[in-house]
């Protein structure tokens, strides 16, 4: 099939690859100039895993060709499905649809009469009750048949995008207007390669499917991080509870880890982008709001307990581990530690970072003013007094904590992803400090030239605790031995 996309971002981009995986004829529609040309030149303008090849190898056996938005007229034309994927929120948690708008006035008149019309970008509800008037009389305007509109909206996520592509959990189709069943036909032909359930709805409910999925996940994290705060004060380990809670089959055990909350260019947007319109529209959503409320707690408490382990230093370094919004992406969108990174700096503490992703670590640099790079996380944490984790990269569940206590000056780790294992981390000399590990809160650094004052509990990372151990680590609790700075 010849098929037309219509943006080239992440969305796009993969939608692109995966269809010229399964053998499409595919062009990619781009408006940016400097993004065509660095595609041209082979360069992908965002990191992902596997698209890297797959683009090149499509590119090359001439199943995928790039074209600008001013020269796609003949593709277009030429294209049995065109798909739009351009973005739709503002950056700042509202919805943004002149872009949609835009390129539906571009493309709409070029399309075939017997082309399908399909939206892939995620649109807000009364956007989507709205586009067959639009689609319609952009065609009437231009003497052309009506065609069939549908949404297909997408499940990818960043960093196992184009696993997710062409192998997804299922296929949602959303009809608009597509009174032969033409467009949903041919969707179905595209997607039979992707051997999972295709789910047809109308428009507006695909539309709230793709946004409810979002909106749970987002639900499920800030959950677990409030179970946390119950973890701390009773001494827990959050993931051993979750550990527990997930042999129901009714919950499950995915996207329950607790930490410094959900970032990115989906979650955090969607969920502000629902509770703000729903405000607009005078409608109640309690739960919602309270989950955007506690994600932006989650970065809050992350300073305050790096602050905490400072308090009294006068001019407090601190290096920040992970910049990106979580690892296998060079992604800062919605990023925890830019706004951590800002809210460090604001409150008089030097900020060193390092991130694996070197072009995120640059770009970080430039959003922040005073924020300094490091090169390696050695690099990041020499000479400074307390230590951040926050994007859960493998290379630092991996670091050699000996040294890195031999080059900080001082003893706190705070683990914004309850990645690190406290055993290493503290029997190093640091305190380890996390989100919903409070039995471990409780644990002092072991004295590096000394024997341990208190029971340093490290047997039971992946074991099961007795209630003894519990009963010890709120002793340890009650008598205060939390590490200071
Ligand atoms: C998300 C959806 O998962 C995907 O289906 C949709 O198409 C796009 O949005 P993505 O933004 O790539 O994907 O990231 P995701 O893996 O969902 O993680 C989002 C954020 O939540 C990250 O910051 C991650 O660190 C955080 N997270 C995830 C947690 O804090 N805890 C968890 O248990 C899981």
């Keep these: 099939m010849r ?89 700042k948690g509202g919805w943004e649809t002149a872009t949609a708008t835009a390129a539906l006035t571009r493309i709409v008149p070029a399309m075939a009469d017997d082309a399908v ?195 009294g230093i006068e001019s407090p370094r601190v290096a920040l581990l992970g910049l990106t919004f979580k690892p296998d992406t060079d992604d800062l969108r919605d990023a925890p530690a830019l706004t951590i990174a800002e809210e460090l700096l604001r409150r008089g503490a030097a900020v060193r970072a390092y991130d694996p992703m070197s072009s995120a670590a640059r770009r970080a640099a430039e959003f922040i003013p005073g924020l300094e790079i490091a090169g390696s996380a050695a690099e990041a944490v020499d000479g400074v007094h307390a230590i951040g984790l926050v994007t859960e990269w493998p290379e630092f569940s991996a670091l050699d904590w000996n040294g890195l206590h031999e080059l900080a000056a001082g003893t706190t780790v705070v683990d914004g992803r309850n990645a690190l294992s406290p055993t290493a981390v503290t029997q190093a000399g640091f305190a380890y400090r996390a989100f919903g590990r409070g039995s471990l809160d409780a644990v002092a650094a072991v004295p590096v030239d000394g024997e341990a004052t208190v029971p340093i509990r490290i047997e039971s990372e992946v074991q099961p605790r007795s209630h003894d151990r519990g009963t010890s680590t709120r002793r340890a609790a009650d008598a205060d031995l939390r590490q200071p700075a």
Aim: negative net charge; aromatic residues 6%; hydrophobic residues 45%.
């Design 117 to 311: 019309l399909v939206v892939r970008s995620t649109l807000p509800p009364d956007f989507v009750a709205s586009l067959p008037d639009l689609v319609h009389e952009l065609r009437r305007q231009h003497g052309k048949m009506a065609i069939p509109i549908l949404l297909n909206p997408e499940f990818t996520r960043e960093g196992r995008a184009v696993r997710d592509f062409l192998h997804p959990d299922r296929v949602v189709l959303g009809v608009i207007d597509d009174p032969e069943e033409v467009g949903v036909g041919r969707l179905q032909d595209v997607y039979v390669a992707a051997e999972a359930p295709i789910v047809v709805l109308p428009g507006v409910a695909a539309t709230l499917s793709k946004l409810g999925a979002n909106l749970f996940l987002a639900t499920k994290i800030s959950f677990v991080n409030e179970l946390a705060v119950l973890c701390d004060r009773y001494g827990a380990d959050v993931d051993e509870v979750v550990s527990a809670m997930a042999f129901d089959a009714r919950i499950g055990g995915a996207f329950l880890r607790a930490g410094v909350g959900f970032g990115g260019s989906c979650l955090p947007h969607q969920v502000t982008m629902t509770v703000r319109t729903a405000v607009e529209e005078g409608l109640h959503l309690p739960l919602l709001t309270a989950v955007d409320e506690v994600n932006h707690r989650q970065r809050a408490r992350f300073v305050d307990l790096v602050m905490e382990s400072v308090d």
């Design 3 to 91: 098929i037309s996309i219509v943006g080239l971002g992440y969305v796009g981009l993969v939608t692109s690859a995966g269809l010229s995986e399964w053998g499409h004829d595919v062009v990619g529609i781009e408006a940016s100039p400097s993004r065509l040309d660095s595609l041209r030149a082979g360069r992908m303008p965002f990191f992902e895993p596997a698209l890297d090849e797959m683009v090149q190898r499509h590119t090359q056996n001439g199943r995928f060709r790039f074209v600008g938005s001013e020269d796609a007229e003949d593709d277009l034309v030429a294209s049995d499905i065109v798909m739009v994927a351009v973005g739709t929120h503002d950056g």
